[in-house]
């Protein structure tokens, strides 16, 4: 089972995508950590890569292909792939069935995690975490029992990422809409999106995600 998660940055595809990892033995394939892997490898693509970003630059959809089609030969991928936050535009999805095309594979659904933006902007701001353990606290929804302690490991630190903060989410919901959901109705005319509600509790949304890959 091949899927790709979509959905704005703060829907939960990283979360959902653990999860899927933890239960069904799915790999979850990110191209940053891909592109890291292959910079600390030296690979040939690799050090073509690491030039281009040490020139500050974008990296092109060819090198991100070209690593994404070395992971894709490893054999942990042979129970099933998510693809999380790639492909992010129309020539990123239609490079992507050449790749899987020439390697014998394809895409079982598309699971886009529909959110309300104002709502996401209130989940995102409002999250911190326990600086040494990483437990995941929110202002509104999920408090410390003890308000200066974690629960899990007594820490009097917690932290905050600086990029949570309203500006930026919306300026990242807005470059997710102008960039990404152009690709659905690509999608859509194979029949590979399923929609899912991602402001649900997140054990429901592993649920509905469920649900779609079991069916028959």
Do not use: W
Request: proline share 4%; glycine share 10%.
């Amino acid at each position: 089972m091949n899927i790709i998660l979509l959905g704005p940055p703060g829907a939960g595809k990283g979360t959902q995508a653990a999860r899927l990892e933890q239960g069904r033995g799915m790999v979850q394939l990110s191209t940053g950590d891909m592109l890291r892997a292959a910079v600390a490898a030296g690979t040939e693509i690799g050090l073509k890569a690491k030039a281009v970003m040490d020139a500050g630059e974008l990296v092109s959809d060819d090198i991100v292909t070209g690593i994404l089609s070395h992971r894709l030969d490893q054999d942990d991928v042979e129970r099933g792939f998510i693809l999380d936050g790639y492909p992010r535009t129309d020539a990123q999805a239609r490079s992507l069935d050449r790749l899987l095309g020439q390697k014998g594979m394809k895409l079982n659904h598309v699971i886009e995690l529909r959110v309300d933006e104002d709502a996401l902007v209130d989940r995102i701001t409002g999250r911190f975490s326990c600086a040494k353990c990483g437990e995941g606290y929110h202002e509104r929804y999920k408090q410390p029992m003890i308000p200066t302690l974690c629960d899990v490991c007594g820490s009097e630190q917690f932290r905050r990422r600086p990029d949570d903060n309203e500006e930026t989410v919306r300026n990242r919901m807005a470059e997710y809409r102008a960039k990404t959901q152009p690709i659905l109705p690509y999608y859509e005319s194979r029949d590979l999106i399923r929609r899912v509600d991602g402001m649900a509790p997140i054990d429901d949304v592993t649920h509905q995600i469920a649900a779609i890959l079991d069916a028959r």
